[in-house]
Nanobody, 115 residues
Framework: QVQLAESGGGLVQPGGSLRLSCAAS????????MGWYRQAPGKERELVAS???????NYGDSVKGRFTISRDNAKNTVYLQMNSLKAEDTAVYYC?????????WGQGTLVTVSS
């Protein structure tokens, strides 16, 4: 059974940085597409960033140039480095793993950007 465990969320001031981690178990993540999504109160879940098995990345327009997704296949872990955080980045961030037909989600980690 695939399990995803996120960590690294918390409270940060505007302009600050955080790094989220997502450790996967039950699957060799090098053959999967992994990503981060977020959901703010009252809003739909949206893609933040994804990285496929070949290392190709994709970012949501609102985070381009500020966030960086990376993966360490040896550790079965994907990271999201978030810089220049804004209040509008406040949300629950979810880790996602896809390899058809598998579509797995973590429990989420809360990121709050506030002074």
């Amino acid at each position: 059974q695939v399990q995803l465990a996120e960590s690294g969320g918390g409270l940060v001031q505007p302009g600050g940085s955080l790094r989220l981690s997502c450790a996967a178990s039950g699957i060799f993540t090098a053959i999967t597409t992994m990503g981060w999504y977020r959901q703010a109160p009252g809003k739909e879940r949206e893609l933040v960033a994804s990285i496929d098995s070949g290392g190709r990345t994709n970012y949501g327009d609102s985070v381009k140039g500020r966030f960086t997704i990376s993966r360490d296949n040896a550790k079965n872990t994907v990271y999201l480095q978030m810089n220049s955080l804004k209040a509008e980045d406040t949300a629950v961030y979810y880790c996602n793993l896809k390899r058809s037909p598998l579509d797995a989600w973590g429990q989420g980690t809360l990121v709050t950007v506030s002074s």
